[in-house]
């Protein structure tokens, strides 16, 4: 009789237990989840203002997908620009010379403190694009460009901005294109990452793409460099561009087709303007991270866009020659 009761108090003990897991494990999900729902602005206004200002550090709002545990790479915001271009005329301080918007000039007596609603008034809802053709993130998206020229010395244009600018010169040739919006640095931080891991935040979100849009021909993989304004400058009929490089990186088994797109568009670009294209540099070895995401996918391409030196507007010309070759690489293949 002692052992039999000794028996059902043992179970009863384990019971417990596991009851007490059950509990941990939900608490845990649901304070995973509050944390990557957390609204850290409560307006659209407080958003841009960060937007503009740190070197766009910060993507405030995020949304967490339905598995909580294992698609945490899906912090996904609310954000949009429908009009990127404005916020260079209303926010950096630059207008259009002409209507096809090719030209930007600084104009200095603009400020940017009072121009937060005309930014708002350009943002939009999520686009719903169903069949997308080009995909372009930054997996380091707070490299910045010069502030030279600029008014307000909080502002730091940078690839993430690029990428924005890209993508609506895209969209107006006919190239439906979609852009990394999630703020890569906090996914970082929430999962206790370092820079160094930036490649392994940026796969979780081309992973995601991929499956959601089998469409798409080309993903971009946006950056800039650290060199010599001479070197990543070139002029062009009394106009400035910021240089182009594409990287290829080495260390997996079937970079050479990476190596063939990366050929065909620096050659597209060398055909019209040799002196813009910088070339093609494969990487491998210690201290480089020598896949950079291409063993998802032959038509990934990580494209450098100018250097830190750089200001927005020779950002801007190149991406007015770069979308064009886009959309000719797109049309052919």
Do not use: C
């Amino acid at each position: 009789m002692a052992k039999k009761f000794k028996g059902k108090k043992s179970k009863i003990k384990i019971l417990k237990y596991a009851v007490i897991l059950i509990v941990i494990y939900l608490i845990y999900s649901l304070f995973s989840f509050l944390l990557l729902n957390i609204k850290l602005v409560d307006n659209n206004e407080d958003f841009i203002r960060n937007l503009l200002g740190d070197s766009n550090y910060h993507m405030f709002y995020e949304k967490r997908s339905q598995n909580v545990i294992y698609r945490i790479a899906s912090i996904l915001t609310n954000f949009n620009l429908k009009e990127p271009l404005s916020i260079l005329e209303n926010s950096f301080g630059y207008e259009s010379v002409d209507n096809s918007n090719s030209n930007l000039v600084y104009n200095g007596d603009y400020e940017v403190d009072n121009s937060i609603q005309s930014i708002i008034d350009y943002m939009s809802k999520d686009e719903d694009i169903k069949e997308p053709l080009v995909y372009i993130y930054n997996s380091h998206q707070t490299e910045g460009y010069s502030k030279e020229y600029l008014k307000n010395e909080n502002i730091t244009p940078n690839v993430l901005m690029a990428g924005y600018l890209l993508k609506e010169k895209l969209d107006k040739l006919g190239v439906p294109t979609i852009i990394e919006e999630s703020n890569i640095s906090e996914f970082l931080r929430i999962n206790n990452w370092n820079y160094n891991a930036s490649y392994k935040a940026s796969r979780f979100y081309l992973l995601d793409v991929m499956e959601k849009y089998p469409s798409i021909k080309l993903f971009i993989d946006l950056h800039r460099d650290a060199l010599s304004k001479n070197s990543s400058t070139v002029t062009l009929n009394n106009k400035k561009y910021a240089k182009v490089l594409f990287v290829v990186g080495k260390e997996h088994k079937d970079y050479q087709q990476n190596l063939n797109l990366a050929n065909q568009l620096n050659d597209l670009i060398k055909a019209k303007y040799p002196t813009l294209t910088r070339g093609v540099l494969q990487k491998e070895g210690s201290n480089v991270n020598g896949i950079y995401n291409q063993d998802l996918s032959s038509n990934i391409i990580l494209l450098e866009l100018g250097g830190h030196e750089n200001t927005i507007t020779e950002v801007l010309n190149t991406i007015e020659i770069i979308s064009i070759i886009i959309k000719e690489h797109i049309n052919e293949n």
